[in-house]
């Protein structure tokens, strides 16, 4: 198992560029999240997926977009760039709520985002 | 809403030294608790949790216990090592209200020192 896997691993990009990152996971989540991690902010959630077909915004969606492509992949499209968008990017999945069980959630390594 | 307070870092300690990262929390339902570590430059995992009042999770001789009266999860290790330093981050899962959104802290960082 590889777990959760995120491409790029670092960007650079230019004010006003887009770019996609991507997220795969194999455990056969349901879930599926974006976090931005920034000093001193800990981690801030963009989007997350319940489930496959369905996206909800998170405490910080302003200038993202996600896709829930499939049951494995969920991707953050940025359509133009920001330097307050500059951030390391974590895409995480949890395991199906069981009775009695919570969720556990597993990060994928991250993305480092540079918006010059 | 929920709600993770945990104690600003950094905690720098000594090899062997006693370790205590504080952490509190506010939940409107029944949450489970969580520890996870972020080492340099990774993403972060779970390092112990625990489910209900007064469970303790343990995991690499970290410690922490569910502490509902004072609605507390202070994570400690009795001798820390180099191979600790870190970031630590304290989070819970509310099943209350259906949310599958978990609440983190915003982290303490740990520098051991040989």
């Known amino acids: 198992n590889a777990g959760v896997t995120q491409t790029p691993k670092f960007q650079v990009l230019k004010t006003g560029q887009s770019m996609t990152l991507q997220c795969a996971q194999d455990m056969n989540h349901n879930s599926m999240y974006w976090y931005r991690q920034d000093p001193g902010m800990g981690l801030r959630l963009i989007y997350y997926s319940a489930s496959e077909g369905t996206t909800d915004k998170g405490e910080v969606p302003n200038g993202y977009n996600v896709s829930r492509l499939n049951k494995r992949e969920f991707s953050l499209r940025l359509e133009s760039a920001a330097p307050s968008q500059t951030s390391v990017y974590f895409c995480?999945?949890?395991?199906?709520?069981?009775?009695?069980?919570?969720?556990?959630?597993?990060f994928g390594p991250g993305t480092r985002l540079l918006v010059l | 809403g929920n709600s993770v307070t945990q104690m600003e870092g950094p905690v720098t300690l000594s090899e062997e030294a006693f370790l205590t990262i504080n952490c509190t929390y506010t939940a409107t339902g029944y949450p489970s608790l969580f520890w996870y570590v972020q080492y340099p430059g990774e993403g972060l995992q779970l390092l112990l949790k625990?489910?209900?009042?007064?469970d303790k999770g343990s995991n690499k001789g970290f410690e922490a216990t569910y502490r509902k009266e004072t609605t507390s999860f202070h994570l400690e290790k009795g001798s820390v090592q180099v191979s600790d330093s870190a970031v630590y981050f304290c989070a819970l899962s509310d099943q209350g209200g259906g949310s599958y959104i978990p609440t983190f802290g915003r982290g303490t960082s740990l520098i051991v020192h040989p």
């Open positions: 995480a999945s949890s395991e199906p709520r069981l009775a009695g069980v919570k969720e556990t959630q597993y």
């Open positions: 625990a489910t209900k009042a007064d």
